[in-house]
């Protein structure tokens, strides 16, 4: 083993402090989920993405025989518009209320740089994707966490009452994720126009972000829940090609923005930090989106038969772990149950996992405890999946033994 990787198996453990082994001073908290873009185990089940789109995969696809014309000069600061048009297509809102970013997350620290000032505050549903809470404190906002909990499913319904208490007038931004990452839970329609009462009634000048990321994973012929852009101006939503159509190397996300100011702002915002996105990454993803239902139909089937197999080993195991079944995308939070592992317990299943050849997203990661794991089951090839599972029943087995 390598030192690079005894070094990543030691901080990947929920125990280890960043903060405690370093002097830590980046205006950005460091999370140990940047570790999953530097190790690949042979049964990774920890990345949330489907399976990785190969170039030819998409240079097959119709659009793109003049590809090689392409110039490489800047793009524009909203995102080309062949790019918007498909991306508002897939969203129901016009062209001009789309502005591309460098993937959801910068569009999220874009959005908070641009809403908060100083003594604003934003309001955020956790567990979630570590760059969501991270980006908002780099960004300098004060973060008031709403916490979701795994006996209540992540159902946002159930903590209206907590996000009421959590808003006020300093309330600038309420984040949340539709579905949400680490769990794939997804939040109703209703519940969200819930939402925007409260936020109306106690943080009026709020403005709700969804990330919908995951939103187009959905499994085999279940319909695809329709995008939370269209139903108020207060909402902002984001995504990017990454998850559900597999292509995060492309670093191809999107805002939808209804309010004009709030767009022209956030235009000019992204010309000072990035200038302008990748001109070959943007005629790619707009192949690529263009195309999205061809692509994502056999996808989805394979999520739904990666679901199945995933249903029977928790069913199998159940006397050892629960879990929270996804609404969409490739992810899900599963919990080791504390009547098999207690505390000691837990830490020694995460010391064996590489022994295993296994790699799992810890909880801690997202705001959760770390007796909780975010599985993800649609990154594998099929035929690697049911043997990951086994791997992950031998951890369990060597964890108690």
Same mark, same amino acid.
Do not use: K, N, S, Y
């Given at each position: 083993m390598n030192s690079f990787q005894q070094n990543f198996d030691e901080r990947q453990r929920p125990g280890f402090n960043e903060a405690n082994s370093l002097a830590w001073r980046g205006r950005f908290p460091r999370n140990e989920i940047i570790s999953l873009l530097d190790v690949n185990r042979p049964f990774n089940l920890a990345e949330s993405t489907s399976q990785d789109l190969t170039v030819g995969e998409l240079l097959d696809l119709a659009g793109l025989d003049r590809i090689r014309e392409l110039k490489l000069g800047y793009g524009t600061s909203a995102g080309s518009l062949?790019?918007?048009e498909a991306i508002a297509e897939g969203c129901g809102v016009p062209t001009e209320q789309i502005i591309t970013t460098q993937g959801t997350a910068l569009g999220l620290f874009l959005l908070a740089f641009e809403v908060c000032r100083s003594g604003d505050e934003a309001v955020l549903a956790t567990p979630c994707f570590p760059p969501s809470r991270d980006c908002l404190l780099g960004a300098g906002v004060e973060v008031r966490e709403i916490k979701l909990s795994f006996e209540n499913g992540y159902r946002l319904d159930l903590d209206l009452d907590r996000i009421d208490a959590s808003l006020s007038s300093k309330t600038k931004l309420v984040s949340l994720a539709s579905p949400q990452n680490p769990a794939g839970v997804q939040t109703s329609r209703a519940d969200i126009e819930k939402l925007l009462a409260v936020m109306e009634r106690r943080s009026p000048e709020a403005i709700l972000f969804v990330d919908e990321t995951y939103r187009e994973a959905a499994y085999g012929d279940d319909a695809v829940a329709d995008s939370f852009a269209a139903l108020d101006a207060r909402i902002v939503t984001g995504a990017s090609v990454s998850k559900a159509? &597999?292509?995060? &190397?492309?670093?191809? &996300?999107w805002l939808t923005v209804a309010d004009a100011d709030l767009r022209a702002r956030l235009t000019v915002a992204r010309m000072n930090t990035v200038i302008s996105g990748s001109v070959l990454d943007?005629?790619?993803?707009?192949v690529l989106l263009r195309h999205r239902e061809g692509v994502l139909a056999p996808r989805r089937r394979l999520l739904a038969g990666a679901l199945r197999e995933l249903a029977h080993w928790c069913e199998s195991e159940r006397e050892r772990v629960e879990w929270v079944r996804p609404d969409a995308g490739a992810l899900c939070c599963?919990?080791?149950r504390s009547e098999a592992f207690d505390e000691a317990a837990v830490s020694r299943f995460w010391d064996l996992l590489p022994?295993?050849?296994l790699q799992l997203a810890s909880g801690a990661w997202? &705001?959760?405890s770390s007796r909780v794991f975010r599985l993800g089951f649609g990154y594998l090839p099929p035929a690697r999946l049911g043997a990951a599972l086994s791997a992950l029943s031998s951890a369990?087995?060597?964890?108690?033994?």
């Open positions: 062949a790019l918007r159509l &597999g292509a995060p &190397g492309l670093r191809t &996300g943007e005629t790619l993803a707009t599963v919990r080791l022994a295993h050849d997202f &705001g959760e369990l087995d060597a964890t108690i033994a």
